[in-house]
């Protein structure tokens, strides 16, 4: 499994540095740090679309006729829940405990393909696999988001 865990999303990225100030003096001057993640807005990642350095891209090995790969989705700097009995490191001397981590991998690729597949399913109950991912590789759209919660389920 690839994948590397950051206990926090990388501060340069996220905030300004007055902000980045702030937050880490409110961090080690406060005996329970807490934050909250509200729904925002987005901001354009100038170097997207592009594909991870660890995800398969080009021609497959065995048949270069099949280019790969066929969907992909955001794997990179992934907020996720976090098991409090793995470790954060993967060191079995690691006995800190978080319930968020932000990885990256095809592993948090694949859980939004995932969902995205069962949303489709749920529409499309007779569907095979073929014909969801058929649908998903042939109607990607924007979205014109009028309602934010129904339509992300925040």
């Not at 007779?126 to 389920?153: E, H, R, Y």
Request: with cysteine; aromatic share 10%; hydrophobic share 40%.
């Amino acid at each position: 499994m690839l994948f590397s865990l950051t206990l926090f999303p990388p501060l340069k990225s996220r905030l300004e540095m007055a902000m980045q100030f702030w937050t880490l003096e409110y961090i080690r001057t406060t005996e329970n740090p807490s934050g909250t993640i509200l729904v925002g807005e987005t901001s354009k990642d100038e170097i997207a679309p592009y594909v991870a350095s660890f995800s398969s891209r080009g021609s497959n090995r065995l048949n270069p006729e099949i280019l790969k790969p066929d969907i992909t989705a955001p794997g990179v700097d992934i907020l996720v829940v976090w098991s409090p009995v793995s470790s954060t490191s993967g060191s079995p001397f690691d006995t800190r405990e978080v319930k968020f981590g932000v990885i990256s991998g095809t592993s948090t690729s694949c859980s939004h393909t995932s969902a995205i597949a069962a949303y489709v399913k749920a529409l499309q109950p007779d569907w095979s696999p073929a014909a969801i991912k058929s649908a998903i590789m042939t109607t990607a759209n924007v979205m014109d988001v009028k309602w934010l919660c129904a339509q992300f389920g925040f």
